[in-house]
């Protein structure tokens, strides 16, 4: 069972950059890969990043890639998405998540934990 909450969301200006937190608590064991997805008002959720717990490899979106970094710490038990250079096209709601499985994965339907999501908007 793993439990995630997300922080740091909020208003910006186009340009400027915010990080975002999700502490994890519960079982935190190597196995496990989390991810970030993005939710706009009106479109499907979407694949924004994704880390191995254990071996902190990752991936990113196509849209994102560049401007954003995923990373962990395992002594918070907390990942982070670091998001440079925002555009008003990222404006949408950040859910961490994550999967208790080997490998990383960019699709939301295979991760078994979400948190509540974490509000940015970007003004242009």
């Known amino acids: 069972q793993v439990q995630l909450v997300e922080s740091g969301g909020g208003l910006v200006q186009a340009g400027d950059s915010l990080r975002l937190s999700c502490v994890a608590s519960?079982?935190?064991?190597?196995?496990?890969?989390m991810g970030w997805f993005r939710q706009a008002p009106g479109k499907e959720r979407e694949f924004v990043a994704t880390i191995n717990w254990f071996d902190v490899t990752t991936l990113y979106g196509n849209s994102v890639k560049g401007r954003f970094t995923i990373s962990r710490d395992n002594a918070r038990n907390t990942v982070y998405l670091q998001m440079n250079n925002l555009k008003s096209e990222d404006t949408a709601v950040y859910y961490c998540?994550?999967?208790?499985?080997?490998?990383?994965?960019?699709?939301?339907?295979?991760?078994?934990?979400w948190g509540q999501g974490t509000q940015v908007t970007v003004s242009s």
């Open positions: 998540a994550a999967r208790v499985a080997y490998g990383l994965n960019t699709m939301a339907q295979n991760y078994n934990y």
């Open positions: 519960g079982r935190t064991i190597s196995n496990t890969v």
